[in-house]
């Protein structure tokens, strides 16, 4: 006579770092919101970049302007684009209640955020340093004949592209940080646009010295410093501006982070 066996229950599988990411991968390009801010912050960018080039004339009063942030202008309407995305990575899930399920899944809860900001971080400044670089070829195309002419090898040139990929990315993952701070899709816009576009501006007109020392450090202010192959006047050095961006990002994933913390959901 023979005993009968029990099925060994499979077993779930380990809950790694890995795994997560690769959640948050899936769950980002899955989305058709994704491919929207995309390809819209692309088209932003290289659209503006090829005006900037068809249309420039030595005479045309822009020759004082550096080359690289002539080319990039469109960065600033692409920048907000992807604003957007990194808020709709965090407050989005919130709006959908697809949070609950992340956090179910991942009970540990910060290892979801940090996935979400390393991946959109990752395919940002990946994203942002094509783009610069394909706007920058051809717009030269453009000025090849003009006082705006420029290459890769141009002192600064290279280190320009690269901080304005930077600056665009920091400025996302603090809008995905504020995403997440306040939950709301149309909050986290309205902060990003209220606090970190305008603020700072009306700032800047304020008849204190401190406050334009002040003004440098602000997110918008230190990209713009990022992504100029020349100094700017008045503005700050690209290590400190590279610093105050990493330290405004890190500022706005502490909090989301805090109350992940503290919070039931």
Do not use: C
């Not at 980002?28 to 995309?38: E, M």
């Not at 990194?86 to 959908?96: H, P, R």
Request: net charge neutral; proline share 5%.
């Amino acid at each position: 006579m023979t005993t009968p066996t029990t099925p060994t229950p499979l077993s779930a599988p380990t809950l790694t770092h890995a795994r997560v990411l690769r959640s948050e991968w899936h769950k980002l390009w899955t989305v058709r919101s994704t491919w929207i801010t995309v390809l819209t912050a692309t088209a932003l960018v290289l659209g503006v970049g090829i005006l900037m080039g068809a249309t420039y004339t030595s005479d045309g009063g822009d020759s004082d302007v550096d080359t690289v942030v002539l080319t990039l202008y469109g960065s600033q309407l692409g920048g907000i684009a992807l604003a957007v995305l990194g808020i709709l990575v965090t407050a989005g899930e919130y709006a959908t209640g697809m949070i609950r399920a992340s956090l179910t899944a991942v009970p540990r809860r910060l290892p979801v955020l940090w996935a979400k900001a390393a991946v959109f971080t990752a395919v940002t400044f990946t994203l942002t340093s094509a783009t610069a670089l394909l706007t920058f070829l051809t717009a030269q195309l453009f000025l090849s004949d003009t006082d705006q002419a420029a290459s890769l090898t141009d002192d600064g040139v290279l280190a320009a592209l690269a901080g304005n990929a930077a600056g665009v990315t920091l400025l996302g993952v603090l809008a995905l940080g504020l995403g997440a701070t306040l939950r709301s899709v149309p909050g986290a816009i309205g902060a990003f646009v209220g606090g970190v576009l305008i603020v700072p501006e009306i700032l800047g007109m304020l008849p204190y010295e401190a406050m334009d020392t002040a003004v440098r450090y602000f997110p918008t202010q230190a990209a713009g410093a990022l992504g100029s192959a020349t100094p700017l006047p008045g503005a700050a050095s690209p290590g400190a501006a590279l610093l105050a961006l990493l330290l405004w990002a890190a500022a706005s994933l502490a909090v989301p982070a805090l109350l992940l913390k503290r919070r039931d959901v």
